[in-house]
């Protein structure tokens, strides 16, 4: 039966670049983020604010819609997307 | 994977050296700018052929991080200073992006002619319905009830529907969004800009600071998760069917989008008229 043709999915990733110094940690990414991809991180940045971190899993990935970067006030966030290699 | 950045692609629209901006952490400013930015972008605006006029007060800031000819005129005067600008030179998109206070309390008479008359400029108004910059005092736009610094038992007046005075001024696009809506924001500036004639968008932001603390509303998340709970899209509603209360459901959308000659069409038309 080799009309049966397994679907491929394109996996659609996302790298988030991160200003830490912008970041006035209003939460706005962490909050709005569609996938919840981003947490407030430990470390200081040099205003003395709580920049985000990503915390990606195997069900939870940045899938690049930039909504961060878009509610970010600070221009603080962005994201670009990458077309991984095809499943399989 | 997260990768640290040291500039962001907007910064080439912006004066990125004088980014961190003044505004307050959670305040919605830095998302109208942010938005704006997105729609020039997208639109591909030549940035020779672009100016911005803001008036004074916390949204009034906008115009100078922007790297194009920006203006940071006198309290209440961005429209006369846009009118001239447009009439002047009409290759140029004319944007005003001025506070609620600056547009509607002490420009108020500047915003209903300009609407009136139909002249080609885009208005952007940030309605954070109280003066952030001078210490959080009453406004045109305050909701019934709203504490601020000059009205600290609540509000007693009555506040305008900017939109509705927009529409009943002349105006021939009319929307209002949150800053939580911002791509809905952005794709509405886009058309805004497009428009041949007045429009105006309302655009609802946090004030943290000066308004939100005083209002139950400490921070800028709380306001925006208020937005996330409370907004409900209208488009083509009667602006006069969209007030604002507290502890309301706010409307949003695109409201008005007509067709009517400018006043740039109209002079010209005379001109040929009278020169025969
Ligand atoms: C002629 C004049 N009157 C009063 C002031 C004081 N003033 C500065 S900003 C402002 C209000 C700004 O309110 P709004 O336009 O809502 O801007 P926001 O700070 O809320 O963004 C006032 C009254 C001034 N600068 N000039
Ligand atoms: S006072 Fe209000 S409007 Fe002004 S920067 Fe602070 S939060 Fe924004
Ligand atoms: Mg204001």
Redesign the interface.
Known sequence: MNYWVEKKEKQIHANVFIIKDRCKECGFCIEFCPQGVLKVSEEFNSKGYHPPKLVETETKKCIGCGFCSMICPDFAIFVEKEEENEKN | ???????????KY?RADR???I?????????V???FL?AIDELKIDMDELAIVSGIGCTGRIAGYINCDSYHTTHGRAIPFATGLRLANPEMKVVVISGDGDLFAIGGNHFIHAARRNIDITVIGVNNYNYGMTGGQLGPTTPLGARTTTSPYGNVEHPFNLCHVAHASGAVYVARWT??H??RL?NSIKEAMNKNGFSFIEVIAACPTTYGRRNKMP???DE??YY?EHSIIRHGIDPSQANIEIGKDIIVGKFIDIEKPTYSDAFEELKKRVKK
């Open positions: 994977m997260e990768i640290e950045a040291e500039a962001n692609p907007m910064d912006l980014i961190p901006h505004w307050c952490p959670g305040c919605g400013l830095g998302i700018l942010n938005a997105h800053v939580l911002a791509v952005k921070t800028g998340l925006m998760k996330r």
